[in-house]
């Protein structure tokens, strides 16, 4: 959406028009610095860009621009100023207050539009590299902090197994457990790592082919029998074999692992994990990884696919994680053409709705 601001109606009509002749449909207007403030205050999402008259009764363009780079909701929509005053010093007062850019009245349309579509592609490429940089930080961050546990365990352990006094053979069993359970941390922490980063440089080739769900879910539940065992987790799915998905084989792979292990993670003792798919459209299949789990507080659930916020949590066996594996299983479920729900409750367990896209009849039929 562009917010324009001018307090002549004539001017907000024409350049209502030119805007909406030129691909803009989101347009709104405010006559008035005072209407263009209020309606900022409230207005969800905000404009992409606001063009902004300088010479206006009551607040003046020039105020208009100084309060919204001083408010952090505001200070980065692109102000582009609109003026009949092209006095040098008047151009150099709204650059330095914060504007991207300034066109005279009365407007050249070219003009204006190739201004616009040049600082909304500024500001698209400006966010690109903020989520880049974030990205960077936070894959740094899970790097540096999880490795460092996974080592200091090993080699804790170790050390007591070298030391001095020999342990008894039931330390030693223990300690090799530990030490076995930390280096399958480490792995399954590189594995997410490489996959996520090649995912971002776009390394990953997605290649959809039809994939048998029961065929994934059977070798995820074996692979991970062991972790679900030590807490005496019963993990039962009823995906049947027939169900066909079409979508890239290893990235669902990943997301299955992932939302299991997760399951595992933070599901109480004696606990269940319950899977099951039904057909919710003549081309989707939801598949619902339920829970008897700690669940999650309502505001906390979108924190769980954002690298941006480090939102991490304990498991009922103090198991420490890093939150990639859900950002990568939201990223790869979008790559396929799907989406990704969650609904919990704090104490009440969880469940992840997964919808991918099915195979056809043709291909079924060849399986």
């Known amino acids: 959406m562009i917010l324009i601001v001018d307090d002549n109606s004539q001017n907000l009509k024409v350049l209502g028009n030119i805007l909406k002749k030129n691909g803009f449909l989101e347009v709104a207007f405010a006559e008035s610095g005072e209407k263009a403030l209020k309606f900022l205050e409230t207005q969800e999402p905000l404009p992409s860009l606001i ?12 105020e208009v621009c100084k309060s919204l780079k001083s408010n952090a909701k505001t200070k980065e929509i692109p102000i582009i100023f609109l003026t009949a005053k092209t006095e040098k010093e008047d151009i150099i007062t709204g650059l330095e207050l914060g504007a991207v850019d300034y066109v005279t ?15 909304l592609q500024l500001k698209e490429t400006t966010e690109k590299l903020q989520q880049t940089l974030v990205a960077k930080d936070k894959f740094f961050s899970i790097l540096g902090h999880d490795l460092v546990n996974v080592f200091n365990s090993s080699l804790g352990a170790i050390r007591i197994l070298n030391s001095e006094h020999p342990p008894t053979d039931k330390v030693k069993t223990e300690f090799m457990s530990l030490i076995e359970d930390s280096l399958e941390k480490g792995h399954s922490l590189l594995k997410n790592l490489l996959e996520w980063s090649r995912s971002q440089t776009g390394r990953i080739k997605q290649q959809p082919a039809n994939i048998s769900l029961k065929m994934l879910m059977d070798s995820n539940t074996r692979l991970l029998a062991n972790h679900a065992a030590a807490k005496n987790i019963t993990i039962f799915h009823s995906v049947e074999k027939n169900t066909f998905i079409f979508a890239d084989e290893n990235m669902i792979n990943t997301v299955i692992r992932n939302l ?22 003549t081309n989707l299949v939801e598949i619902s990884f339920v829970d008897t789990g700690i669940g999650i507080k309502t505001e906390d659930i979108d924190k769980l696919f954002r690298i941006d916020i480090s939102y991490n949590r304990v498991g009922t066996a103090q198991e420490q994680g890093t939150g990639l594996g859900l950002i990568l299983c939201k990223e790869f479920i979008e790559k396929n053409g799907g989406t990704i729900k969650v609904e919990s409750e ?3 367990g969880s469940c992840f709705y997964v919808r991918l896209p099915l195979g056809t009849e043709e291909i079924y039929n060849n399986c």
């Open 105 to 119: 009245k009365p407007f050249n349309q070219k003009e204006l539009i190739t201004r616009i579509h040049t600082h």
């Open 260 to 281: 299991i292990s997760n399951a595992i993670k933070f599901t109480n003792y004696e606990g269940k994990i319950t899977i099951a798919t039904q057909i919710v459209a």
């Open 51 to 62: 063009l902004l008259d300088i010479m206006m009764p009551g607040i003046s363009g020039f």
């Open 346 to 348: 704090l104490d009440k």
